[in-house]
């Protein structure tokens, strides 16, 4: 009995962390509301008291799905509609034709969306591939050769450690030979809708969910076909030097900071962060909640949500033409200003931040083939 309930506890935590530690997502909220609905399934009830408390903790608990989602409640409740998708799914289970139909029909809805053409294929052909940021059905759609990331979903990798390994194996000569940039729309948003590869989920900017990784991509790919619906890159000897300081300045949170311009054309800017990290009291109160939120701004009206740990990994600021990968698919966003901001709570980030610059020389490339844009 104690193992049994050890066990769950732990189920129930973890389902709370899923929950409860996206900032604004209401379909964690919905999934956690349905798992805490299980264990009163999974174990036998004996005795109409436990009968009665484990039907009340079911309906009380299913009560909150409603307005913890965004799903309008009369879909859900459309007995009709869900009836026919049930029948549909059971027969996707037992006929193996049914199975290939919805399999190919999915391949093409994908195909239709990612638009790769014969002269990409061409390029993927025979390759080590993968597909960036999180376009794992991609490589599925399109029966390609997949060299996945430790960490295959960029936004995954939210710690220092995570980020290098996924660092590491770009950097590796047996990773990936290619890697697939697809246009893609991510379902959540802080504003209109913009490209994966620019506004990460929750509003973060796709480039600092993982800097290290980010890093590593544009030392060791070089852009070989660039489309308005994807990029592709192919593997390509480092072409990244040693780095060296710049200047370093002590700022308030919410105070602009000038960034210094690249010293030549084949130099990236970069930024290191002391005092934006959680402390050790704050990573306490994340493992039995969530870290403060942290943001990023660019200046120019553009505000992003930072990772939290994986803050202080050094941040591509500024990057030439020569040195950046072709627009749009550019890395870096060519920030003239950068403030951070803060969430307030306990235990509360210190009240400044010290930004240390530094440069890097990347050896120019080729932009490849850019076809298709007016």
Known sequence: RGALIAMVAYYCYAEFKIGFTRFGFSGHLGRFTAAMMLPWFAFPMEGRVQRGAAAAAIVAIGALWFPWTSIPVDFRLDLRANADRAVSDIRGLVDAGERERVREDSRRGLRAQYGLDARALRLLHDQRVDAEPWEASLIWAYGLDWSPAPIFQALAANTPRLDRINAGWLSDPDGPTRIVRPVIYPVLTSRQPVPAHVESVDGRYAAYDTPSQ????????????????????????????????????????????????????????????????????????????????????????????????????????????????????????????????????????????EITFTAMRVAPVGEGTVRGFS
């Not at 489309?227 to 300081?245: M, Y």
């Not at 130099?267 to 990023?296: H, K, M, N």
Request: hydrophobic share 35%; glycine share 6%; charged share 25%.
């Open 214 to 353: 980010t890093l590593a991509m544009l030392c060791n790919f070089a852009p070989l076909d660039t489309t308005p619906k994807f990029q592709i890159l192919g593997r390509t000897e480092d072409r990244c030097g040693e780095k060296h300081e710049l200047s370093t300045v002590t700022a308030g949170f919410d105070e602009p900071v000038p960034v210094p311009r690249p010293p030549g054309p084949d130099q990236i800017v970069l930024a290191e962060v002391d005092g934006i990290v959680p402390s050790r009291l704050e990573l306490l109160r994340t493992s039995l909640y969530r870290a403060l939120r942290r943001w990023i701004s660019f200046g120019d009206g553009r505000r992003y949500q930072l990772t939290p740990l994986n803050a202080g990994e050094p941040l591509l600021l500024r990057a030439p033409p020569k040195a950046d990968l072709p627009p749009p698919y550019a890395l870096a966003p060519d920030a003239a200003t950068i403030s951070f901001e803060r969430e307030s709570g306990f235990p509360s980030p210190p009240d400044t931040v």
